[in-house]
Every structure is written in structure tokens, then in C-alpha cells.
């Protein structure tokens, strides 16, 4: 679908590229990586348009970007404008407020938030920033669509200096519920701007209902209305949409991709290196939320409680190194391989290891060819926004016979709960019995599962995700549904709350 005469004007924290020095000083330019990037790297490519991000260098740094971005914008198809940030800020905005207080709050994680009121102020002017590259680069008719955590602010920015522009808003994040976000010391804050936004897209319904619950207990004077995807909120005479929208992958180039001769050639390999095992694959970014140590241990539980796993199956865990700088994130790589290593040292026997243990970031083929030859995939995070690792190994799945164990607190459970294996990702020995039910299915229950599966995201898949944001955010609103209950009084629920 086309926004008629408006370009696709896409924010989000970073651009879609990763900057690296060569020893003779020389810059390049590679893609980024990361799941907002493979969902939006097509869809600009497709349409044309505008990325406006972070490059990740600090201004301290004196990096000529202009020269590095024109090149860099004529290889990819799209403009590329960077927003510029100084250390102090990459600190408190990115690694501060982002990053210690929303990544774990919303991730249902607040123990380990760091609520530093100096993040938050930090976390404002950054949006500011942000706002004021958007004006420079906007034309009156474009659709600016927001991604993402770190820029929660930036509609509220925006109007404030005078942008009459529709302005969409995805969360890829889960958002939590009304208990745990009110913990945030700036939940009204943080509420009022999001509703700054005409479109705010969630992953999935049980988001948004969250999201739902905070503004119905939290904000006075907003009235609720419609039924199904998209709800509308009315607030001082202006309309919000409030929608899921589940993330997908370009599941038609994924599956094409992975018939590639290259592609298959290394799967042959791989089958070959680990021939006579059922080959069971972990990939995940670096980071707490993706319960990688929680499986480790499953797999651990799985071969006590299975012996006649051993030397039948193999784990292929794939880490991609990420936020490492984060002492939290390097201590989570040091409590992984110290399980892997126990675990190999425990189990391990002459032509066989039981964990193959991967923690670099890999090239498309080679992931393919790991989606190719694992037979069962382990997904499971402790909890997720969509995770689109799920959805690239069904449609890398060619012959329709492989295995997803899926954790039911990924957003994709919701979507592939038919198909999926579905597992608590905290339930040790429940995940431990998924996988060998797994190992063991037959491959009539196998086919059936994968096919209902890959049939699900070949229909819902990332030209459908962006179709049907950008469809509710500048479709006509609907007044023809009665109100839905709004503000409910906050008395009995959280008498100790004064609502804004
Ligand atoms: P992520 O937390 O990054 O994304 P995920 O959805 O799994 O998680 O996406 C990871 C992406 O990285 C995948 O597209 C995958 O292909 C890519 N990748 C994996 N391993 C790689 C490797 N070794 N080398 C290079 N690339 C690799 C956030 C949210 C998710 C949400 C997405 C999209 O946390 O919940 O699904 O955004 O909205």
C-alpha cells in the first residue's frame, strides 16, 4: 500500500549500519544487524524513503559523516541522516534510561532497573535532538514512523516545535503491565507523550491491552472506543490508534535464500560434521532476556532425565555479541560459557559434544545454513517482543519437517501457538520434556505442526506488518462503535496513586 504523495520517513535509535575503523584509519560501512533492521531494511529498499538514526559515534569522536553517509545511502537505496549524539548522552540516554530503566521494565525485569533521575532528563533533550533532524529532513506530507524504545518522546518533541505531520509510533518491545509500569517514576510522563502520537503500534494484543490498562487507570480524560486490531482513544479532542501489530520477516526471500546453492552447501556440511544427531538451535542477541542459561540448564535436565539423548543430540547455541560494554552483559557471557563448559565437561564422550558453542555475529548464508540443518529449534526467551529468529527457521524449513519449541512469553507464541512446541521458559524440567518429545515426534505430527507454522508468517509477513500499520494510521477513524469503559476510578485499585 502507498501513502499517497508522502515519503516513508523511518526513526529509530540507530541507523541500519554498523561504522568500523580499518587499521589505516580508513571507515567502511557494513549492514547492522538486529531484528528492527532485517523487518525494515526491504520495505525501504522496496519503497525509498528516509532512515533517520544514531551512526553510533560520539561527537567527540570528529567523524566526517556526510561523505561516509552519501556513500553509504547511494549502495542501500534510501537516504541515510544521522541523529548525533555526545558521550555523556550515548551514556544516560542509551545505556541509562533506555537500556537500565525501559529494557528491563518492560521486559518485565524490575529488579534490575536503575531509575537515576539523570537519565530521565538526559532521555528528553536526546528526543529533542532527535525532533529537531526529523524537522530538517521532513516534507509536509510524509509519514514519520517512530521505532522503538529509546524514542518514546519524540511525537511530544515534535509538536512542541510546530510538526502538523502524521506520526506512527512501534513498540517492539512487550509493554508491560499496570503493576510493573507504574513503578516508572515517570509513568504519566511517559503515557502523555506516547499519546502524542497518532498510531502506536504494539506486537501483540496482550501489549496492547497492557498498555490499555495503564491509561485507562492512569489518565483522566481519555475515552476509549472500537473492537479487533485497532482501538481509538480520544483525549482533548484529538485521536490516538491504538493497534497490534505483529512483526514478521520477508518470509518469501528467507525461504528462497535458503534453497540457495550456498546455502545448502554449507548445511551439508554441517549435517556432515554432526552426522547421526538430531541437531537442536539456540541463536540469540547477548542479553538477559532471552533465557539462554535457563535452556542451557533444560538441556543439562534433558540429558540426565533422557540418557538415550546422549550422543543423539547436539545444541547449537549461537550467541550474536551485543551491549558487551554493559558489565550485566559481560557477566551474562562469563555465567553462559561457564555452563557450556560444565555441561560439555560433564557429558562429553569420544565423537561426540553434546554443546556447540558459537559467539560471533554471523553472515546471512551461514545463519541459513544453521536455520538449514538444525532439526529443532529452542526459542526461549524469558520474555520477548515478537523474536523473529522463531519465524526466519520455520521458513528456512524446505522440507516442512522440523521441530519449534517456542516459549509462550515470546510475542510469536501468540501467532504459532497452534504450530509450536510452547514451553515455560522458567520451567526447567517442562522445557526438558519438550525436547525430547521433540526428538521423538513423529513426522506426520512434525509436517502437520511445520505447516501450519510456515503458513501462518508466508501470510502475515513483514509487507503485511508495515501494510497494516500504515493502513490504520491513515485510515479514516471510525466513531460507530460505542465507547469502551474508560477511566476506571482508581480508589480501589491503587489508592495510593494521585492520576494525572
Ligand atoms: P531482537 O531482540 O534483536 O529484536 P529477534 O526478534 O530475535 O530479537 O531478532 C534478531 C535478529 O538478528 C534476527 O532477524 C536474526 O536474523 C538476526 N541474527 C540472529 N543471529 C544473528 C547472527 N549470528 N548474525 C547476524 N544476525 C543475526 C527486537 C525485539 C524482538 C522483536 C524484534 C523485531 O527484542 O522481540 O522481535 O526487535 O521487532
Same mark, same amino acid.
Given at each position: +500500500?502507498?501513502?499517497?504523495?508522502?515519503? =516513508?520517513?523511518?526513526?529509530?535509535? $540507530?541507523?541500519?549500519?554498523? !561504522?568500523?575503523?580499518?587499521?589505516?584509519?580508513?571507515?567502511?560501512?557494513?549492514?547492522?544487524?538486529?531484528?528492527?533492521?532485517?523487518?525494515? &531494511?526491504?520495505?525501504? $529498499?522496496?519503497? #525509498?524513503?528516509?532512515?533517520?538514526?544514531?551512526?553510533?559515534?560520539?561527537?567527540?569522536?570528529?567523524?566526517? !559523516?556526510?561523505?561516509?553517509?552519501?556513500?553509504?545511502?547511494?549502495?542501500?537505496?534510501?537516504?541515510?541522516?544521522?541523529?548525533?549524539?555526545?558521550?555523556?548522552?550515548?551514556?544516560?540516554?542509551?545505556? #541509562?534510561?533506555?537500556?537500565?530503566?525501559?529494557?528491563?521494565?518492560?521486559?518485565?525485569?524490575?529488579?534490575?532497573?536503575?531509575?537515576?533521575?539523570?537519565?530521565?532528563?538526559?532521555?528528553?533533550?536526546?528526543?529533542?535532538?532527535?525532533?529537531?533532524?526529523?524537522?530538517?529532513?521532513?516534507?509536509?506530507?510524509?509519514?514519520?514512523? &517512530?521505532?522503538?524504545?529509546? %524514542? +518514546?518522546?519524540?511525537?511530544?518533541? !515534535?509538536?512542541?516545535?510546530?510538526?502538523?505531520?502524521?506520526?506512527?509510533?512501534?513498540?517492539?518491545?512487550?509493554? *508491560?503491565?499496570?503493576?510493573?509500569?507504574?513503578?516508572? *517514576?515517570?509513568?504519566?510522563? &511517559?503515557?502523555?507523550?506516547?499519546?502524542?502520537?497518532?498510531?502506536?503500534?504494539?506486537?501483540?494484543?496482550?501489549?496492547?491491552?497492557?498498555?490499555?490498562?495503564?491509561?485507562?487507570?492512569?489518565?483522566?480524560?481519555?475515552?476509549?472506543?472500537?473492537?479487533?486490531?485497532?482501538?481509538?482513544?480520544?483525549?482533548?479532542?484529538?485521536?490516538?490508534?491504538?493497534?497490534?501489530?505483529?512483526?514478521?520477516?520477508?518470509?518469501?526471500?528467507?525461504?528462497?535464500?535458503?534453497?540457495?546453492?550456498?546455502?545448502?552447501?554449507?548445511?551439508?556440511? !554441517?549435517?556432515?560434521?554432526?552426522?547421526?544427531?538430531?541437531?537442536?538451535?539456540?541463536?540469540?542477541?547477548?542479553?538477559?532476556?532471552?533465557?539462554? *542459561?535457563? $535452556?542451557?540448564?533444560?538441556?543439562?535436565?534433558?540429558?540426565?532425565?533422557?540418557?538415550?539423548?546422549?550422543?543423539?543430540?547436539?545444541?547449537?547455541?549461537?550467541?550474536?555479541?551485543?551491549?558487551?560494554?554493559?558489565?550485566?552483559?559481560?557477566?551474562?557471557?562469563?555465567?553462559?560459557?561457564?555452563?557450556?563448559?560444565?555441561?560439555?565437561?560433564?557429558?562429553?564422550?569420544?565423537?561426540?559434544?553434546?554443546?556447540?558453542?558459537?559467539?560471533?555475529?554471523?553472515?546471512?548464508?551461514?545463519? =541459513?545454513?544453521?536455520?538449514?540443518?538444525?532439526?529443532?529449534? =529452542?526459542?526461549?526467551? =524469558?520474555?520477548?517482543?515478537?523474536? %523473529?529468529?522463531?519465524?526466519?527457521?520455520?521458513?528456512?524449513?524446505?522440507?516442512?519437517?522440523? &521441530?519449534?519449541? %517456542?516459549?509462550?512469553?515470546?510475542?510469536?507464541?501468540?501467532?504459532?501457538?497452534?504450530?509450536?512446541?510452547?514451553?515455560?521458559?522458567?520451567?526447567?524440567?517442562?522445557?526438558?520434556?519438550?525436547?525430547?518429545?521433540?526428538?521423538?515426534?513423529?513426522?506426520?505430527?512434525?509436517?502437520?505442526? +511445520?505447516?501450519?507454522?510456515?503458513?501462518?508468517?508466508?501470510?502475515?509477513?513483514?509487507?503485511?506488518?508495515?501494510?497494516?500499520? %500504515?493502513?490504520?494510521?491513515?485510515?479514516?477513524?471510525?466513531?460507530?462503535?460505542?465507547?469502551?469503559?474508560?477511566?476506571?476510578?482508581?480508589?480501589?485499585?491503587?489508592?495510593?496513586?494521585?492520576?494525572?
Amino acid at each position: +500500500m502507498k501513502t499517497q504523495g508522502s515519503r =516513508l520517513i523511518i526513526v529509530s535509535n $540507530r541507523l541500519p549500519i554498523v !561504522l568500523t575503523q580499518g587499521e589505516n584509519g580508513q571507515w567502511s560501512i557494513e549492514p547492522g544487524s538486529g531484528g528492527l533492521v532485517t523487518a525494515l &531494511v526491504p520495505i525501504l $529498499r522496496n519503497r #525509498g524513503g528516509v532512515w533517520i538514526g544514531w551512526s553510533g559515534m560520539v561527537e567527540e569522536e570528529n567523524v566526517d !559523516l556526510e561523505e561516509l553517509l552519501a556513500d553509504a545511502t547511494k549502495k542501500s537505496g534510501y537516504t541515510l541522516k544521522p541523529a548525533s549524539l555526545t558521550a555523556e548522552e550515548k551514556s544516560k540516554f542509551y545505556y #541509562g534510561f533506555s537500556n537500565e530503566i525501559i529494557w528491563p521494565l518492560f521486559h518485565d525485569l524490575q529488579s534490575r532497573c536503575n531509575f537515576d533521575p539523570t537519565y530521565w532528563l538526559v532521555y528528553q533533550s536526546v528526543n529533542h535532538k532527535f525532533a529537531r533532524v526529523i524537522a530538517e529532513n521532513i516534507k509536509e506530507k510524509d509519514f514519520i514512523w &517512530v521505532h522503538d524504545y529509546h %524514542l +518514546m518522546n519524540v511525537a511530544k518533541e !515534535l509538536r512542541a516545535i510546530g510538526v502538523t505531520s502524521k506520526i506512527g509510533f512501534f513498540l517492539h518491545i512487550p509493554f *508491560p503491565p499496570l503493576d510493573i509500569f507504574i513503578k516508572l *517514576p515517570w509513568r504519566f510522563q &511517559v503515557l502523555h507523550a506516547l499519546l502524542e502520537y497518532d498510531t502506536i503500534g504494539f506486537q501483540t494484543l496482550r501489549d496492547r491491552h497492557n498498555f490499555v490498562q495503564c491509561l485507562r487507570i492512569l489518565i483522566r480524560d481519555i475515552t476509549l472506543y472500537g473492537k479487533g486490531q485497532v482501538l481509538t482513544g480520544r483525549i482533548k479532542n484529538r485521536e490516538v490508534r491504538i493497534g497490534s501489530f505483529p512483526i514478521s520477516i520477508d518470509y518469501r526471500a528467507f525461504a528462497k535464500q535458503a534453497t540457495s546453492q550456498e546455502v545448502c552447501e554449507r548445511a551439508r556440511c !554441517l549435517r556432515e560434521a554432526l552426522l547421526n544427531c538430531h541437531i537442536i538451535l539456540g541463536v540469540d542477541r547477548l542479553d538477559y532476556t532471552k533465557g539462554i *542459561p535457563e $535452556r542451557l540448564k533444560a538441556f543439562r535436565n534433558a540429558l540426565i532425565r533422557f540418557p538415550d539423548l546422549q550422543r543423539k543430540v547436539t545444541l547449537v547455541q549461537i550467541v550474536v555479541p551485543s551491549r558487551v560494554e554493559i558489565p550485566e552483559y559481560y557477566d551474562l557471557k562469563v555465567e553462559i560459557e561457564r555452563l557450556v563448559s560444565e555441561i560439555n565437561g560433564q557429558f562429553t564422550q569420544p565423537g561426540w559434544v553434546p554443546i556447540h558453542y558459537i559467539f560471533r555475529s554471523l553472515e546471512r548464508t551461514e545463519l =541459513l545454513a544453521y536455520y538449514r540443518a538444525a532439526d529443532i529449534a =529452542l526459542v526461549t526467551p =524469558l520474555k520477548d517482543g515478537m523474536n %523473529l529468529v522463531a519465524k526466519e527457521y520455520c521458513a528456512c524449513s524446505i522440507y516442512g519437517d522440523d &521441530v519449534l519449541i %517456542l516459549s509462550e512469553f515470546a510475542g510469536a507464541a501468540a501467532q504459532l501457538q497452534r504450530g509450536a512446541l510452547l514451553v515455560n521458559p522458567y520451567d526447567i524440567e517442562g522445557v526438558a520434556e519438550a525436547i525430547y518429545r521433540a526428538v521423538n515426534m513423529s513426522q506426520a505430527e512434525r509436517r502437520s505442526r +511445520m505447516r501450519k507454522l510456515r503458513r501462518s508468517i508466508r501470510e502475515q509477513d513483514i509487507f503485511w506488518w508495515v501494510d497494516s500499520f %500504515l493502513q490504520a494510521s491513515i485510515a479514516q477513524h471510525l466513531d460507530d462503535f460505542p465507547p469502551l469503559e474508560g477511566y476506571v476510578p482508581l480508589d480501589d485499585y491503587l489508592p495510593q496513586v494521585d492520576i494525572e
